[in-house]
């Protein structure tokens, strides 16, 4: 099996800050959704979906270790 090494360009760098800002949104939104949810099984498959996108949110962290949480914290608003 072949393993894609990862590109840490600057426009990947770029991209990849965008998509964690997208993330972060989404995320915000699924738990707002959630709050509004009664259903157990619905809310089950959102707590996945948030887990989810938070293990992406930190392959993203992992692949650009410069930056700092706090700038992290800075793209995501």
């Given at each position: 099996?072949d393993?894609k090494?990862?590109?840490?360009?600057?426009?990947?760098?770029?991209?990849?800050?965008?998509?964690?800002r997208?993330?972060?949104?989404?995320?915000l939104?699924?738990?707002e959704?959630?709050n509004h949810?009664?259903?157990?099984?619905?809310?089950?498959?959102?707590?996945?979906?948030i887990?989810?996108?938070?293990k992406?949110?930190?392959?993203i962290r992992?692949?650009?270790?410069?930056?700092?949480?706090g700038?992290w914290?800075?793209?995501?608003?």
């Amino acid at each position: 099996m072949d393993i894609k090494e990862e590109d840490k360009s600057e426009e990947s760098k770029k991209n990849h800050i965008e998509y964690y800002r997208s993330l972060c949104k989404i995320i915000l939104n699924i738990k707002e959704e959630k709050n509004h949810e009664k259903e157990p099984a619905i809310k089950s498959h959102l707590d996945n979906r948030i887990d989810a996108m938070e293990k992406d949110k930190k392959r993203i962290r992992d692949m650009f270790p410069e930056i700092k949480e706090g700038e992290w914290n800075d793209y995501a608003n």
